[in-house]
């Protein structure tokens, strides 16, 4: 069974930087594809980026393309995002997400992290 534990999350300034993880405590990390989805208060659930399992392809939603990277380390059983020049309305639980299906759909995903908070203030 695979279990999905992320961190990273915190407090950044807007323009900053913050790395988040996603750590698989299970022996299955490399069959599945990977992403990150994150909820603001009060909102629904949305899509910001998806990588194959063999890292060979990603996709990004488009209110993230060119500050987001979205890789993984299948020897680390490790999935990261990495968030550059960071906005207040990026604030948000971000979740990662797995699944054997590409590219990723919220109602096909198959295993959920507990989520990390990330929160940029102005």
């Known amino acids: 069974q695979v279990h999905l534990v992320e961190s990273g999350g915190g407090l950044v300034q807007a323009g900053g930087s913050l790395r988040l993880s996603c750590a698989d405590s299970?022996?299955?990390?490399?069959?599945?594809?990977m992403g990150w989805f994150r909820q603001a208060p009060g909102k629904e659930r949305e899509f910001v980026a998806g990588?194959?399992?063999?890292?060979?392809?990603?996709y990004y939603a488009d209110s993230v393309k060119g500050r987001f990277t979205i890789s993984r380390n299948n020897n680390k059983n490790t999935v990261y995002l990495q968030m550059n020049s960071l906005k207040p309305e990026d604030t948000a639980n971000y979740y990662c997400?797995?699944?054997?299906?590409?590219?990723?759909?919220?109602?096909?995903?198959?295993?959920w992290g507990q989520g990390t908070l990330v929160t940029v203030s102005s």
């Open positions: 997400a797995a699944d054997s299906v590409y590219p990723l759909r919220y109602s096909y995903i198959e295993l």
């Open positions: 299970g022996s299955t990390f490399s069959i599945y594809h």
């Open positions: 990588i194959t399992w063999s890292g060979d392809n990603t």
